[in-house]
């Protein structure tokens, strides 16, 4: 594929390979003094994130989340009424807050998707999200390519999704391997089991396992990919972390006393569960991994690698805008 | 856009921290642009400032021209791991003809932000671990004449300020005596103002570094002075430059501002100069660039522009190019051909004949060896028929003979009977 842009008209100046000075440095520099500059500049600028929850209706989508980042960020809807009509497609809803903590400004958006796997009829109902994610791809690369760019371009674009399977205790459903099938190759999945408190710790593990050899089977990759790993490191700890996946959470923003502590849980005639309990499930393990350990990764992989497919794609498309365009593209595109 | 409140701990206060821990791992790249005359100490400033000898030989003064010589060096501190790229101006200042003295220096700035943006043009690209070699900070030595700014200095800075950070720093301040310095200081700054040289503003806006960067600012340009020879002070080592009336140490704030150029240069500012670099310095090139090109965000309606659309026709109107290129490249290739070919068939044309030729001539020969050879048999065949014919005449005449003289001998036997 041949370069857009002629060559340069002459040849960089290239610095040599770089020689090691490491053993000669006496005396403090102050080079270090870089990650403390960077911290400061991050924080002063905050962080936008963008969480998809994707998952038939009663799955405790809204419920998860406001778990997660313990806040109302979601509102749950209170099923639906007699007079309310079931969304005949499904509907994209995004929700922007700003949460702080620790002088960290988060600008988090949380995208539901209302009337998936609701009809009777489902095909193709990850369409509407596919075309989404991929619109907030369009938008971001038509900023990066303006001639004057805006200073930091606001970041829309998908980072993670959360696909809720529900715990059947058998294995996939159908619509279930389709929906991954189709998107775990433009965003991040992460595949949860919902409302696990309804199976014992022997039908969970069995479940997973099956679960995970149901995607293996049919080519799914669910974030952390395999492919991504950048090293040996990297790789250990996210294999330790795929083989404990899809992870089995439990939601609730209700707060119970248990042993003199004040626990978020779900109350039941037969006790109380804990939800950041891991002897109970597996939700402070998500919330690990995608807050406090990987939320930059998940950033990072949609950025350098699901946003640079979809851009040299579309680069590559002689002119081939696909349907989901804006309209005002499609005039410019007849005038052309 | 609401502020929502937590109800406890979420965690992703850890965000700064595992952004941070993403750029240690692949490590850092700075760039310093040092620029003044030979001689004034740019060497062994940069040894002084990172502690290190980097391998340089002094350049002599015989250069025809401007040139720029990179080195890159990996430098390591902690866990943090900088490649540091030194780009030094040989030859500034030696010419006798100093107009162009300006233009190697910022056709290698350009170069690096075109070589950054084609990389970003590109359909794959990799940027995230792309060696960035865009130059983030430029050190101008001052020489220590004590009046004022030499008409090159301000050309030649005038010319980079829209390009790069420039950090003016007077070199080889032990010349100076401190009333002098102050006044000098003092010239130069209003000589950059009054011409509308903008230099490098140490950012106040966050208020950590704020004061400190507003109280350093008080004392641009920075008097320098770099050693990389320790002498002993006191009960320590330090580095400093031993004169018979004293010694200037190099890291005494009241002897130089050294000091002070480190901690603005590497302690406090060093992401910020990286950042000014990208967001401004680059942007105003590319903007520049592609403006140049021919690209525009909105058309003559001012309408929206996507330079998607202007980027696809461009792209048609190269490809055409290309196209018509091929064709003419097939077609000279078809010429050339056929003209070979031409000329192949002349050449057998020509090996036909002369073997035709050939063949002719060895037939001629091959019937004159014939022909001699029939008249040779015939002659011989004549031979052998007067042989023959001589022979019967010579045994008819021996008959003859013999009968004559049997006759004669009958004729003598009858006469004696």
């Known amino acids: 594929m041949s370069e857009l842009v002629p060559e340069p008209r002459q040849k960089p100046v290239v610095p040599m390979k770089p020689t090691g000075i490491n053993t000669n440095l006496l005396g403090y520099i102050g080079i270090d003094t870089i990650i403390e500059q960077m911290r400061k500049k991050t924080m002063k600028t905050g962080f936008d994130f963008n969480i998809m929850v994707v998952g038939q209706s009663g799955l405790g989508k809204s419920t998860l989340v406001n778990t997660l980042f313990k806040s109302q960020v979601s509102r ?114 992460i595949p949860v089991i919902a409302k696990a408190d309804t199976m014992t710790l022997e039908e969970k593990t069995e479940f997973k396992q099956r679960v995970r050899k149901e995607l293996e089977v049919n080519g799914i990759e669910f974030y952390p990919q395999k492919e991504f790993d950048e090293d040996l490191e990297d790789k250990t700890e996210n294999d330790k972390i795929r083989e404990s996946m899809p992870f089995a959470v439990v939601g609730s923003d209700k707060e119970y006393q248990v042993n003199g502590k004040r626990v978020l849980g779900r109350k039941t005639p037969w006790g109380i569960i804990e939800v950041e309990n891991l002897t109970h499930c597996e939700f402070a393990l998500l919330r690990d991994f995608v807050i406090r350990t990987h939320l930059q990764d998940l950033k990072e992989v949609t950025h350098n690698i699901h946003y640079e497919t979809y851009r040299a794609k579309r680069l590559n498309d002689n002119g081939g805008l696909p349907p989901m365009t804006v309209e005002t593209e499609e005039n410019h595109e007849s005038n052309l | 856009l609401r502020n929502l409140s937590l109800s406890g701990h979420v ?15 692949q490590g850092f790249c700075f760039n310093i642009l040092c620029v003044g005359e030979t001689g004034i100490g740019k060497s062994t400033l940069m040894d002084t400032l990172f502690n290190t000898k980097f391998e340089s030989e002094p350049a002599t003064h015989n250069e025809p021209g401007v040139r720029l010589k990179a080195r890159s060096y990996e430098l390591q501190e902690s866990n943090v791991r900088l490649k540091l790229t030194i780009v030094d101006t040989v030859g500034f200042g ?94 130069i700054m209003s000589e950059l103002v009054s011409n509308g040289v903008q230099i490098y503003q140490f950012p106040t806006d966050e208020e950590t570094v704020a004061e400190i960067n507003a109280t350093m600012s008080v004392h641009l340009p920075f008097a320098v002075v770099g050693s990389t020879e320790e002498v002993k002070i006191g009960n320590k080592m330090a580095k400093a430059r031993q004169y018979p009336w004293g010694v200037v140490q190099v890291e005494n704030e009241n002897h130089c501002d050294f000091v002070k150029l480190r901690e ?18 680059y942007e105003l090139y590319r903007r520049c660039k592609l403006e140049e090109m021919g690209f525009k965000d909105t058309d003559p309606d ?36 056929k003209e070979k070919e031409a000329e192949l068939k002349e050449a057998e044309k020509d090996l036909h004949e002369k073997f035709d030729h050939l063949k002719r001539t060895h037939q001629e020969e091959k019937k004159k060896v014939e022909d001699k050879k029939k008249e040779l048999e015939e002659e ?38």
């Not at chain 2, 792209?315 to 051909?337: I, Y």
């Open chain 1, 76 to 189: 749950k809807s209170s099923g639906w009424n007699r007079e309310e009509k079931i969304p005949k497609t499904v509907e994209i809803k995004a929700i922007g807050h700003v949460i702080e903590e620790g002088g960290v400004k988060m600008k988090l958006t949380v995208i539901d998707t209302p009337g998936f796997g609701d009809q009777i009829n489902n095909e193709n109902c990850w369409e509407p999200i596919e075309k989404y994610i991929n619109e907030q791809y369009e938008k971001f690369l038509k900023e990066e390519v303006n001639i004057a760019r805006k200073k930091r371009i606001p970041d829309t674009r998908v980072h993670c999704c959360l696909y809720f399977i529900s715990p059947t205790g058998h294995s996939l459903r159908p619509l279930d391997l389709e929906f991954m099938k189709h998107l775990s190759k433009v965003v991040n999945i």
């Open chain 2, 11 to 25: 965690g992703f206060d850890s965000l700064p921290d595992q952004l941070v821990n993403k750029s240690t791992s």
């Open chain 2, 94 to 187: 030696d010419q006798i003809n100093k107009d162009d003295s300006y233009k190697p220096i910022v056709e290698y700035i350009d170069a690096q932000f075109e070589a950054y943006l084609q990389e970003e043009l590109k359909i794959k690209r990799s940027l995230f671990n792309y060696h960035d070699t865009r130059i983030h900070a430029c050190l101008y030595f001052i020489a220590p004449t004590g009046h004022s700014l030499k008409s090159l200095d301000l050309v030649t800075m005038k010319k980079l300020d829209s390009k790069v950070n420039i950090i003016p720093i007077i070199a080889k301040a032990d010349t100076i005596a401190k009333n002098e310095l102050h006044k000098f200081k003092s010239k």
């Open chain 2, 264 to 281: 603005m240069l590497i302690r406090v500012n060093m992401e910020d100069l990286r950042e000014q670099t990208h967001t401004r310095h």
């Open chain 2, 302 to 337: 001012s309408k929206p522009f996507s330079l998607q659309e202007t980027y696809e026709a461009k792209r048609n109107e190269f490809l055409g190019e290309l196209q018509k290129k091929e064709d003419e490249m097939r077609q000279m290739f078809v010429m050339r051909v």
């Open chain 2, 380 to 417: 011989l065949n004549n031979f052998q028929k007067k042989k023959a014919a001589a022979q019967l005449l010579q045994s008819q005449a021996q008959q003859a003979g013999s009968q004559q003289t049997k006759k004669d001998k009958d004729k003598k036997n009858a006469s004696f009977t």
